[in-house]
Structures are given as C-alpha cells and as structure tokens.
C-alpha cells in the first residue's frame, strides 16, 4: 500500500546547514521528510514529482562568496533540466519555501514574487545589513492579513530569530507600491508596539518598509529571512525561562511546549494534504509542560 502522506523534500548540500530543524519541522507537522543532497536532485537521482513541498533551508551556499545565495542559484540555473522540472513542479501548483539562505536562493533564481509573472526574472534583491555585520538576533514580526500567503494562515504576529550579514530587501522602485498593494509583502518587522519599522535594532538589516518575508500570488511560494525552524519549541526563545515566570505570576499553571514557528509547517502540510487529496496530517501533539517552581 502506497502511503498517502504529504511528502516534503529539504534540500542540503555546498554550504547549507540548517536542513535537520527544517526537517524535524515537517516531522512534527506530520509530513514525511526525505533529506537529499543538492547534486541528488540536480541529477534527477531524487524525484520532484513525488513530493508537494520543497525546501530551500538556511545556511552559507558555496560561502556567500559571490554574494548570498547567487552561486546556488546560477548553478541551479544552468542545470536546465533541474530547471525545467522546477518549472513543473510550480505549475502543478506545489509549494517552495525558502528561510534565510534559501530565501536568498529564491529571489535570485527569480522565483520570488514574480509580481509581473515573469519566471527567473529577479525582481527583488538583498544586500549588506546597514550595520554593516552579521545580526544575530530575535525580532517581531507583524503578518499581513491581506496576503495569499498559505504558510501565514490565522497567524497575526510571531517572533523568531534572525541570523544573516545579507538581509536588507531591495524591490525595484516601479514595483515596491505594487508589491506592497497586492498582498506579496507576508512579513515585516516590528517595533515595541507592533508597527512596521526600519529602525535598527527591530529591523536587523535596514530592509525596506520593514520587508522580512514575501511570497507569490498565489501564496504556494513563500521567502523569509528569520528562522522558523529554530523555533519549534518554547524553550528555543532566549526568554522562555523569564516568560514561564511572568506566566506563572498571572495564574497560568502549564506552559505550551510548542514554539513560534511550528504554525507555519502546520499551514503548509494542512493545506498540501487538502490540495492533493491525501491524508490531512497526524500532527503530534505537543504536552503541556508544569512549570516549576514560582
């Protein structure tokens, strides 16, 4: 019997090193993760047809040495028949998510927004963090309602860490109203209130309006700089131990195990199975962990 679970695929390889928390992502979610080395992929070895979901996860591709992200993605390409299957592989209306590196990846493959429908056209770019060094650091971000973005689903806020030297985004000054209006902005970053800034240190690299993460039309392509898969639980945060005491203070008795960040691998591999008729996910259930002490 042919199991019926969405299946997502984590690409690793020349320099990315975040594909285990990425994994362990979907696992929780209740998908079925296959970890396949880049030149796997590119040789056809692994199969894009036989997954819904394809990731690009964080790390140094090739060291950023030509600027982040644009070797893998030149490398990818020129492969034209990887590229050619990638072009499938979105028309059968799947899913590609992109964190940090991988986000960097996307955008210059030109597959990230493709605001003027044009595929591997970049319309968007990063560069240097205005500080001038690699940030390392928790922001807020605030969800925009108005985006199709499948990943961001009932989600209003989050706070996730960032850790890049290349995060500023840069739209083409014809399209940043444009992209801004139809919804391909999904995350910005936020101040102390909630309000979209470029002020540092809310905004780690000085991105545009506050641009963290945006997606396509139809939602199913999506791209963030912060790290979702390093917030899978509650004690990933830096704060958690203050947070369960400042929880414990106000009658709370029990503290959610589950981070941040684990919504959004839920979104996806929900509304996978609902797009392709498989089974909806057996997600694990997070416990409820008793605090101690007061």
């Not at 429908?117 to 807020?140: C, H, Q, Y």
Request: hydrophobic share 40%; proline share 5%; net charge neutral.
């Amino acid at each position: 019997m042919v199991e019926k679970r969405v299946r997502a695929l984590v690409l690793t390889g020349y320099g990315i090193n975040c594909e285990q928390e990425m994994a362990h992502g979907y696992r929780l979610a209740g998908a079925r993760v296959t970890i396949a080395h880049l030149s796997d992929v590119i040789e056809g070895d692994i199969n894009l047809d036989d997954f819904q979901i394809l990731n690009f996860p964080g790390g140094f591709s090739f060291g950023d040495h030509l600027a982040a992200g644009r070797a893998l993605a030149n490398k990818l390409k020129v492969t034209r028949s990887f590229w050619n299957r990638l072009k499938k592989f979105i028309k059968d209306g799947k899913y590609i998510w992109g964190v940090c590196n991988g986000f960097q990846v996307m955008v210059k493959l030109g597959l990230l927004p493709m605001i003027e429908g044009k595929f591997g056209e970049p319309e968007v770019t990063m560069l240097a963090n205005d500080s001038g060094i690699f940030e390392d650091r928790w922001v807020r971000l605030l969800v925009n309602h108005n985006s199709p973005c499948v990943y961001t689903r009932s989600l209003n806020e989050l706070v996730l860490p960032c850790r890049h030297a290349e995060g500023k985004i840069v739209v083409r000054p014809d399209l940043r109203e444009r992209l801004m209006a139809a919804g391909y902005v999904v995350l910005q970053y936020a101040d102390e209130v909630g309000v979209p800034t470029e002020k540092y240190p809310f905004n780690p690299n000085g991105s545009e309006a506050g641009v963290a993460g945006i997606c396509d039309d139809t939602g199913h392509i999506f791209g963030l700089m912060p790290h979702p898969e390093a917030h899978l639980f509650f004690t990933n945060h830096p704060n958690w131990t203050r947070k369960k005491v400042e929880l414990f203070r106000s009658g709370i008795r029990t503290l959610p195990v589950e981070g941040e960040g684990m919504q959004l691998f839920r979104n996806v591999v929900r509304q996978a199975a609902e797009d392709f008729a498989l089974m909806m996910p057996g997600e694990i259930e997070f416990p409820n962990l008793q605090p101690v002490g007061n």
